[in-house]
């Protein structure tokens, strides 16, 4: 009977060593507690980054080790236009959560409390005008941190040059038309009396040679929605140049949303230009 009890005692003493058994008061080691997170990247004075502009990568990482707990990419709609612009609310209301708006969820396995670094950088499909932001948040496990989640605001403009465009050279001496769009972060439409009123922004087109400001011009809204355009003559005084740099800039009231874009095309002489020779300058490479 001894002998029994004794090899008993000893199969119990193995179990618990090889952790096939554990004492109801020692929790398990090793086993997190599933801990969901929501991010949101939005714009300022504007709506989430969604699909339309390739969304923005999330990163959440732990301050204290470096790890990198989840990554990925936000995907989803720019969000509800009334509910997020329009709609009068008190502070602790929802604004992002309604009707999918783009979102990064995370599923976290935490066993501690968690002081986490969360980063957004976006519009992915636009890198002049891609931008990062972060905020330093505590994880509790357990606790999820859902509807709306941790809000990332990335501050900018989306500005694209419509034309000229880059296939074909500028002539010295030739007038050139400029035309430009401008947009939210979340590729919502600038334009006068809109929702993104451009009659309360600065736009205006730069002309550089050799990294230097030559000409400035100012653009007005034409139509369609969201272009602007204004003209430029080339100075004749830039032959021998055979490059020139357009730089298109925007920016709002606060100047807090900066935007610009800029092209460098091919000049040629004014003998080949359009207006000395009364024909269009062929594309490049015929």
């Not at 923005?56 to 707990?69: H, N, P, Q, R, S």
């Not at 140049?241 to 606060?254: C, F, G, N, P, Q």
Request: include cysteine; proline fraction near 6%.
């Amino acid at each position: 009977m001894k002998h029994s009890l004794a090899l008993i005692a000893a199969a119990i003493v193995v179990l618990l060593s090889a952790g096939g058994v554990r004492s109801a008061e020692t929790p398990p080691q090793g086993n997190g507690i599933p801990t969901t997170v929501v991010v949101r990247v939005v714009g300022s004075h504007a709506m989430a980054l969604g699909d339309t502009v390739g969304g923005a990568a999330v990163t959440i990482k732990d301050v204290e080790t470096g790890a990198v707990l989840a990554s990925g990419v936000q995907t989803g709609s720019t969000g509800d236009l009334k509910s997020i612009m329009q709609t009068p609310r008190e502070h602790i209301e929802q604004i992002y959560s309604a009707k999918g708006t783009a979102s990064f969820t995370a599923t976290l396995s935490l066993t501690r409390p968690t002081l986490v670094e969360v980063s957004g950088e976006g519009p992915l499909n636009f890198s002049q005008a891609k931008r990062r932001a972060s905020k330093t948040i505590l994880l509790y496990p357990g606790r999820h941190v859902t509807g709306d989640g941790i809000v990332l605001v990335v501050y900018g403009l989306i500005v694209r040059i419509a034309s000229p465009t880059l296939d074909r050279p500028l002539g010295i001496g030739d007038g050139v038309l400029v035309r430009a769009t401008v947009n939210m972060m979340c590729d919502c439409v600038v334009e006068p009396f809109g929702n993104w009123d451009s009659r309360k922004m600065e736009l205006y087109g730069e002309v550089l040679s050799d990294g230097k400001v030559i000409g400035r011009m100012d653009l007005f809204h034409q139509g369609p929605r969201g272009l602007f355009q204004g003209d430029y003559t080339i100075p004749k005084w830039l032959k021998g140049k055979e490059r020139l740099t357009l730089r298109v800039v925007a920016s709002d009231k606060e100047s807090i949303n900066v935007g610009y874009e800029e092209i460098t095309y091919p000049l040629v002489p004014w003998e080949q230009s359009r207006d000395a020779t009364g024909r269009e300058i062929p594309p490049i490479g015929k």
